[in-house]
């Protein structure tokens, strides 16, 4: 077991018996598994004398994971783990853990020892007696603590004392290791997104760009994936900075789910449906931005809407505008409430009376506030148009921001706005019209709700984030505003006004990321009614099929078209036409989690144009079906329900049919148990069939088939138990050959490699076969197996000594390659 592995189980244990509500107070949640082994993945340099900080360590996972990435690459000579926390009761688990990583070291051959200390890794570091002593690091893998600092606080104070100005302790965690860090030293941290934006956090955007060089961020689609376990709602992020380094350009990848996991393929640790792209830092941090705002782009259709709205450039303070929380606290003022508008009351608005038109009076919250000494200077002039924005969404609202204007046609001169309001205003009074309805149409739009969520790390909305934002000028307002006077003002008609604003700006522009969003919602929408199952209702599966009907965001689908296209082509169509590049080992994603199921729901075929294709072709395609390509076109018409209701009635004939025409190309095969399979057609698996039928009863009869590998389905036939009673146990995934036949009489395994699949068995493989089962009881034959001995003499050079070669149309000879004896293992 790895470190990691060990110390994962050390985790579990202690998440179980330290206090949630402790975990909360210390606003410290432990790293899972996959997170871990993710963030260790990111370093670029772990060379000689290491010297890792783990702050805040908890149970430190992340701490094992730097281990077992550190031994895996081998380039460095030795280990000081230095781990910091200040929870008492994590000290047994602690010792643990970082006695795991010993223990792994010395198995390794790495030396690797710890030191570790009980204490608050702030105060701890900053207190005058230990700065002359403070270690530099060369690493830094930190998952810290989230929770806001009094400006009185210790902390605060402590930070100070060495020139950090921050509101959080995870920033401050973070300034104070990149200052412990030696130059060209790397900090990995997994850490809230907040700090992307906002006046507060200002200081320590400006103090990390000006002393690293941001490498990669990784951001996460949900903000419940990075720590699910501990049902923490936060957007995080992982960033990795490298200090004193020279600023480049920066990777950004994305996941739906923290589900990362190795890539035997590739040997690298992904996600599933993980994006990744290479952007330049300018188009990150603005040049001309003294606020230093962070803007993360996943992929090129969110770096549209950050381009589209950069054109807006006004401020509020530019438009006389401000906008404010709310005035009236209702605790405060509890004893001067109504429930209803009583004389010398004025109207109270709060959250819930916020729809169009307004709710008002409830039954459920107070309507009317008392005027008084005590109330009067939080009401305001109920005069003109104000806009209320609510601090704090529900999670069935589909928007960030939701703007409600108010005109102030309640009684009474007065209006008082509670404090989970935000308040749109000129100087305590309401707006004029055209400008508060130009300032609704955007606020509320489509566009600037994604670009919310682009920039902002909350799930509140805060006055201070709106004020960070950029509008339209006084003008462009004014004409929007003009524009949606008298007009219904749905969602489609608001974004239709904007996109039109934007277009007397820039002229007409088809590169609408509103619209390829609105594509991507329809696809979803056909595929629910398809009956697709809630595993493939994602943008995956939502951007295939438009692809296999070649649907670009503009176009109609009364225009749809049928093309061939395989999975790169699909991947490819996804990056140039709707702006999302997967990253190259979601590939198999595609393939099994989408494709698929396509083709078993008889959405699609595969290989139409030719059934009989290898599997393992470069050419192997999908396309739409034509029955459903017709049903399709029907869709946003009168007669989509009708002709979806038919199809579905139809589908189980349809999909029974393409089946069949699929099973006629299949090549049978049936085992000596009287096992049948059906291989995959082609090449590859033509020579599978040859293997068993012809060299198996041939050169050693009555054997046991282990393995049999299909291109097609490449773990069909698997004895693994019986394969780990022979002493070998193995990953369904590892690197088997192609056939693995056990022949008892001899006690011998026979490792048969088609050379239609990944080659024969040259040095290389010979190696990789050699430790996969070196662990056998069974003696070793090593065979690789050709089709004709026209394709042989391309190989005949690389060939490994002491391997065997046998040819399927030459089936009763064999070549040996080993040249002291035939058959056997040598």
């Given at each position: 077991m790895s470190a990691l592995d060990q110390v994962d189980i050390i985790r579990i244990e202690a998440s179980k018996k330290i206090d949630p509500a402790k975990k909360g107070a210390l606003g410290q949640f432990f790293t899972q598994y996959s997170i871990a082994q993710y963030m260790s993945s990111l370093f670029s340099n772990i060379k000689g004398s290491v010297e890792l900080l783990d702050p805040g360590c908890g149970p430190c996972s992340l701490a094992a994971a730097f281990v077992d990435e550190t031994v895996a690459r081998g380039e460095s000579s030795s280990l000081h783990v230095h781990a910091f926390d200040i929870e008492l009761g994590m000290n047994n688990f602690i010792e643990r853990s970082l006695n795991v990583c010993k223990s792994y070291g010395r198995q390794s051959g790495i030396a690797i020892n710890t030191t570790y200390l009980n204490t608050d890794y702030i105060l701890h570091s900053t207190d005058p007696t230990n700065l002359s002593n403070n270690k530099q690091y060369t690493h830094c893998i930190m998952n810290p603590p989230y929770k806001k600092i009094n400006s009185a606080g210790a902390h605060r104070k402590a930070l100070r004392t060495v020139?950090?100005?921050?509101?959080?302790?995870?920033?401050?965690?973070?300034?104070?290791?990149?200052?412990?860090?030696?130059?060209?030293?790397?900090?990995?941290?997994?850490?809230?997104?907040?700090?992307?934006?906002?006046?507060?956090?200002?200081?320590?955007?400006?103090?990390?760009?000006?002393?690293?060089?941001?490498?990669?961020?990784?951001?996460?689609?949900?903000?419940?994936?990075?720590?699910?376990?501990?049902?923490?709602?936060?957007?995080?992020?992982?960033?990795?900075?490298?200090k004193g380094a020279n600023q480049g350009s920066v990777k950004i990848t994305s996941s739906p789910t923290a589900d990362f996991h190795l890539d035997k393929c590739t040997n690298t640790i992904t996600a599933t449906d993980m994006t990744t792209r290479t952007v330049e830092?300018?188009?990150?941090?603005y040049a001309n931005d003294e606020n230093k705002f962070i803007?993360?782009?996943?992929?090129?259709?969110d770096q549209i809407i950050i381009n589209k709205l950069a054109v807006f450039t006004t401020s509020l303070a530019e438009l006389n505008i401000e906008v404010s929380t709310g005035p009236v606290v209702s605790f405060r003022a509890k004893d001067e409430l109504r429930q209803e508008l009583v004389s010398g009351a004025v109207p109270l608005l709060y959250p819930q009376h916020l729809a169009m038109p307004l709710k008002w009076p409830i039954v459920s919250k107070p309507n009317a506030i008392m005027v008084s000494k005590k109330t009067e200077k939080n009401l305001w002039q109920s005069s003109g148009y104000y806009l209320l924005v609510k601090r704090f969404s529900s999670?069935?609202?589909?928007?960030?921001?939701?703007?409600?204007?108010?005109?102030?046609?309640?009684?009474?001169?007065?209006?008082?706005?509670?404090?989970?309001?935000?308040?749109?205003?000129?100087?305590?009074?309401?707006?004029?019209?055209?400008?508060?309805?130009?300032l609704y149409v955007y606020l509320n739009s489509s566009l600037l709700d994604k670009y919310y969520r682009l920039f902002g790390g909350h799930t509140q909305v805060n006055a201070t984030d709106l004020r960070a934002i950029k509008y339209p000028s006084k003008k462009q307002l004014e004409n929007i505003g003009a524009n949606a006077m008298g007009t219904e003002l749905t969602q489609k008609q608001i974004d239709i006004l904007i996109e039109r604003e934007l277009a007397n700006m820039n002229g007409p522009n088809d590169n609408n990321p509103m619209t390829s969003q609105n594509k991507i919602d329809?696809?979803?929408?056909?595929?629910?009614?398809?009956?697709?199952?809630?595993?493939?209702?994602?943008?995956?599966?939502?951007?295939?099929?438009?692809?296999?009907?070649?649907?670009?965001?503009?176009?109609?689908?009364?225009?749809?078209?049928?093309?061939?296209?395989?999975?790169?082509?699909?991947?490819?169509?996804?990056k140039d036409i709707y702006g999302k590049e997967y990253a190259a080992n979601t590939r198999e994603n595609f393939r099994r989690l989408t494709l698929h199921q396509f083709v078993d729901g008889g959405l699609a075929l595969y290989n139409p144009d030719k059934p009989a294709r290898p599997v393992n072709s470069p050419k192997a395609c999908y396309q739409i079906s034509k029955e459903l390509l017709d049903v399709l076109s029907m869709f946003g018409t009168e007669q989509w329900e009708k002709s979806l209701k038919n199809w579905l009635s139809l589908r189980e004939t349809l999909v029974a049919s393409y089946a069949k025409e699929r099973d006629m190309h299949m090549i049978p095969l049936i085992l000596d148990d009287g096992t049948e399979i059906k291989l995959s057609p082609g090449v590859h698996s033509q020579l599978i069939s040859d293997i068993i039928t012809e060299f198996g009863p041939r050169f050693v009869p009555s054997s046991e088939v282990i393995y049999l590998g299909d291109t097609g389905?490449?773990?069909?036939?698997?004895?693994?138990?019986?394969?780990?009673?022979?002493?070998?146990?193995?990953?369904?995934?590892?690197?088997?050959?192609?056939?693995?036949?056990y022949w008892a009489k001899k006690n011998w395994l026979i490792l048969v490699e088609s050379v239609t699949s990944h080659g024969p068995v040259d040095?290389?493989?010979?190696?990789?076969?050699?430790?996969?089962?070196?662990?056998?009881?069974?003696?070793?034959v090593y065979v690789t197996a050709f089709p004709s001995r026209q394709l042989m003499t391309k190989y005949l050079s690389v060939i490994s000594w002491e391997t065997e070669v046998w040819v399927s149309d030459a089936p009763s000879h064999m070549i040996h390659f080993n040249g002291d004896r035939f058959l056997g293992p040598h």
């Open positions: 020139d950090i100005e921050t509101v959080n302790l995870y920033s401050g965690f973070v300034s104070l290791a990149l200052r412990q860090l030696v130059d060209g030293g790397e900090l990995v941290a997994i850490i809230p997104r907040s700090f992307c934006n906002g006046p507060y956090y200002k200081h320590f955007r400006s103090s990390i760009l000006s002393s690293s060089a941001l490498q990669h961020i990784h951001i996460f689609d949900s903000r419940n994936s990075a720590f699910s376990n501990d049902e923490v709602l936060q957007e995080n992020i992982i960033i990795h900075l490298i830092f300018s188009s990150i941090v803007h993360i782009a996943a992929n090129n259709r999670k069935e609202e589909k928007r960030r921001i939701v703007g409600t204007l108010f005109d102030n046609s309640l009684p009474e001169k007065l209006i008082g706005f509670e404090n989970k309001l935000n308040v749109f205003h000129a100087d305590k009074k309401g707006m004029d019209k055209t400008t508060a309805i130009g329809e696809a979803l929408s056909i595929l629910k009614s398809l009956g697709m199952p809630k595993q493939q209702l994602n943008e995956r599966s939502a951007l295939t099929f438009l692809s296999l009907v070649n649907l670009h965001p503009n176009g109609s689908w009364q225009a749809l078209e049928s093309p061939l296209r395989g999975v790169t082509p699909i991947m490819d169509w996804c389905a490449k773990e069909d036939f698997f004895k693994k138990d019986r394969l780990s009673e022979l002493g070998v146990k193995v990953d369904r995934k590892g690197k088997l050959p192609d056939v693995v036949l040095g290389k493989r010979h190696q990789e076969l050699a430790t996969l089962f070196a662990s056998s009881i069974p003696e070793l």
